[in-house]
C-alpha cells in the first residue's frame, strides 16, 4: 500500500463543474502539499498546508490531520485547469516529499 | 531570478555513457531536491541537500547515480554507465528554510537512453 494515495485516477469534467480531488496518507507528516502538473513536465506548487484550509482564487484545498486526509477543489472549472494534480507529503520538516500517482483531470469545454 | 533552471531539458544517449544534469535553483533557497518521474508515475524521490550537504539519498538510488552541489548553489547529478530503465524526467526543486518551504520546481530533464 502506497503512503499517499490519490482518487480518482482520472477525472472527467465539463466546464463550469465543481471538481474534489481526494488525498489520503498513512504516515506522519509536517506538511501536505498540492501540485499542478501540466504536459511538458512542469511542476507548480498549488498549497502547502499543515492545518485547517486554503483557498486562492477558484482552487482551494483542507485539510484533516487527524484523518490524514485532504481534499483538493476546483471550483467554476475550465479546460485550462486540465492538468495531473499530485498529492505530497513532507515527513518531517524540510526533508524529502513522497507522491501519490497523480489525479489527471481534463475539464471539457 | 527566474526560478529553478535546469540543463540541460532534453538528453538522448546511447546505453553505457554517462550524463550528467544541472540544476539552478531559487538563489535565496538553501534545501534542493533531486526527484524522477517516468510516465504516468508521480515523481520519485532521488536525494536532497541543505546548502552544500547532502542530507539524504533514496536507497532506490544505485551507485551509478552520484550528486553534487559543491557551493550550495548549484548541483549536479550524474549518471555513470546509462541503462534504458534510466530513461525519465530528472526534475530538480527548491526550497528556503525559512517561511512556509514552499517548493518550486524547473522544468525538467528529460533522459532518453537508446
Known amino acids: 500500500k502506497n503512503e499517499v494515495e490519490q482518487s480518482p485516477q482520472n477525472l472527467t469534467a465539463q466546464e463550469g463543474e465543481f471538481i474534489t480531488i481526494n488525498c489520503s496518507y498513512s504516515?506522519?507528516?509536517?506538511?501536505l502539499h498540492w501540485l499542478q502538473q501540466h504536459p511538458g513536465g512542469g511542476i507548480v506548487s498549488l498549497f502547502m498546508?499543515?492545518?485547517g484550509k486554503k483557498k486562492h482564487g477558484r482552487l482551494s484545498a483542507t485539510i484533516n490531520i487527524q484523518e490524514k486526509h485532504s481534499s483538493l477543489h476546483i471550483t467554476a472549472s475550465h479546460p485550462r485547469d486540465s492538468a495531473v494534480y499530485i498529492c505530497?507529503?513532507?515527513?518531517?520538516?524540510?526533508?524529502?516529499?513522497?507522491f501519490g500517482e497523480g489525479t489527471q483531470l481534463t475539464v471539457n469545454p | 531570478d527566474t526560478g529553478v533552471s535546469q540543463d540541460p531539458r532534453h538528453k538522448i544517449t546511447k546505453r553505457g555513457q554517462n550524463v550528467t544534469f544541472r540544476c539552478d535553483p531559487i538563489?535565496?533557497?538553501?534545501?534542493l531536491y533531486w526527484y524522477r518521474q517516468t510516465l504516468g508515475q508521480g515523481p520519485e524521490f532521488l536525494t536532497y541537500?541543505?546548502?552544500?550537504?547532502?542530507?539524504?539519498k533514496s536507497r532506490l538510488l544505485s551507485d551509478r547515480f552520484s550528486a553534487e552541489r559543491p557551493k550550495g548553489s548549484f548541483s549536479t547529478l550524474e549518471i555513470q554507465r546509462t541503462e534504458q530503465g534510466d530513461s525519465a524526467m530528472y526534475l530538480c526543486?527548491?526550497?528556503?528554510?525559512?517561511?512556509?518551504?514552499?517548493?518550486?520546481f524547473g522544468a525538467g530533464s528529460r533522459l532518453t537512453v537508446l
Open positions: 526543486a527548491s526550497s528556503s528554510y525559512r517561511g512556509a518551504n514552499v517548493l518550486t
Open positions: 504516515v506522519g507528516i509536517s506538511a
Open positions: 498546508l499543515s492545518s
Open positions: 505530497a507529503v513532507s515527513q518531517t520538516s524540510g526533508s524529502r516529499l513522497t
Open positions: 538563489s535565496e533557497h538553501n534545501r
Open positions: 541537500f541543505q546548502n552544500e550537504a547532502q542530507l539524504e
